[in-house]
């Protein structure tokens, strides 16, 4: 299973791959128990595409609970440090919601942005992934945040 999503006029594509997908849905807050949880997306980059290879977290020491998901920063800098030997390069943040079809929160889209402006990278914008309770791909909010407004992205599901 792997998700494509057209970048604008462009022809780069952005790609969720398998493994990432199949990390996040695991997640999914099926129960009315279950906390929310999230982490970070690496990404290849190999010609035209973005390919979402990884999904990390949840890790000891994020602070979650029904309707929040604080990851614990010295984590974050750890897996950014180790993958990017690996040529896997940081591009944004997944996080479960207990809704159906999610929608971003307020401060999600305030902290995705600040994490772009105030970081060190070459992207044009980070990316926000948000897991919800109906199956994939319907369950799943795909953005870009960058200087801009938010872009919201469609993709082209395939098995
Ligand atoms: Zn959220």
């Given at each position: 299973?792997?998700?494509e999503?057209?970048l604008?006029?462009?022809?780069?594509k952005?790609v969720?791959?398998?493994?990432?997908?199949s990390?996040?849905?695991?997640r999914?807050?099926?129960?009315?128990w279950?906390?929310?949880?999230g982490?970070?997306l690496?990404?290849r980059?190999l010609?035209?595409?973005?390919?979402?290879?990884?999904?990390t977290g949840p890790?000891?020491g994020?602070k979650?609970?029904r309707v929040s998901?604080?990851?614990?920063?010295?984590?974050?800098?750890?897996?950014i440090?180790?993958?990017?030997?690996?040529?896997?390069?940081?591009?944004?943040d997944?996080?479960?919601?207990p809704?159906?079809?999610?929608?971003?929160?307020?401060s999600d889209?305030?902290?995705i942005?600040?994490?772009?402006?105030?970081?060190?990278?070459?992207?044009?914008?980070?990316?926000l992934?948000?897991?919800?309770?109906?199956?994939l791909?319907?369950?799943?909010h795909?953005?870009?945040?960058?200087?801009?407004?938010p872009?919201i992205?469609?993709?082209?599901?395939?098995?």
């Amino acid at each position: 299973m792997s998700i494509e999503y057209s970048l604008g006029k462009s022809e780069q594509k952005l790609v969720l791959a398998d493994a990432a997908l199949s990390h996040m849905k695991r997640r999914q807050q099926r129960r009315w128990w279950q906390r929310e949880a999230g982490g970070q997306l690496f990404a290849r980059f190999l010609d035209a595409q973005i390919i979402v290879e990884e999904a990390t977290g949840p890790r000891f020491g994020d602070k979650r609970s029904r309707v929040s998901y604080i990851p614990y920063p010295a984590a974050e800098q750890r897996e950014i440090d180790k993958r990017f030997k690996l040529g896997l390069h940081y591009v944004g943040d997944w996080h479960t919601h207990p809704e159906q079809v999610p929608t971003p929160s307020g401060s999600d889209i305030v902290s995705i942005r600040n994490c772009f402006v105030m970081s060190r990278h070459d992207l044009d914008a980070f990316l926000l992934v948000i897991v919800g309770l109906a199956p994939l791909p319907g369950g799943l909010h795909v953005s870009l945040h960058g200087g801009k407004a938010p872009i919201i992205l469609q993709g082209t599901y395939s098995l």
